[in-house]
């Protein structure tokens, strides 16, 4: 049976829409693994991330970081569907994937995030436990 070349073209359209979606699950999924190595390493009783902790994580205020930014919520508010905005006024795109699909996509930019905001919020990195349970808990918003 010969497809019609304009069914043809539809299918392929389609086949090359659902690559980026599946390729960007697997680079998630591929970040959780990371972390859950490392963290099973800090900790051979490590039994998974739990998205509850991670909430907590987010949500929680601590004393160590800088005192304009004691939280997570300081800069990307208290709801991970919405925007935040930064003290300096610079608006923040909303965290959950559900209004940011494209988010966490490039472990390289998710390191460098944390990074800076661990240090920002804790005063010190997070730790790939601390990771996995926050990336956990934005990816199921």
Not at 16 to 22: D, E, G, T
Not at 35 to 43: F, K
Not at 93 to 99: K, N
């Amino acid at each position: 049976m010969t497809l019609n070349p304009s069914l043809s073209a539809l299918l392929g359209c389609i086949a090359i829409l659902s690559l980026p979606a599946a390729a960007l699950a697997g680079t998630r999924e591929d970040q959780l693994a990371a972390y859950a190595t490392a963290a099973r390493a800090a900790d051979p009783a490590f039994a998974g991330f739990s998205p509850a902790r991670g909430k907590i994580l987010h949500t929680r205020s601590f004393a160590g970081g800088k005192p304009d930014t004691p939280a997570c919520t300081s800069c990307h508010g208290s709801e991970p569907r919405g925007a935040g905005r930064t003290p300096a006024g610079k608006a923040v795109e909303p965290m959950a994937l559900s209004a940011s699909p494209s988010r966490y996509t490039d472990p390289a930019k998710v390191e460098k995030w944390f990074k800076r905001n661990c240090n920002e919020v804790l005063g010190r990195e997070c730790a790939p436990l601390e990771k996995g349970d926050w990336l956990s808990f934005m990816l199921g918003q």
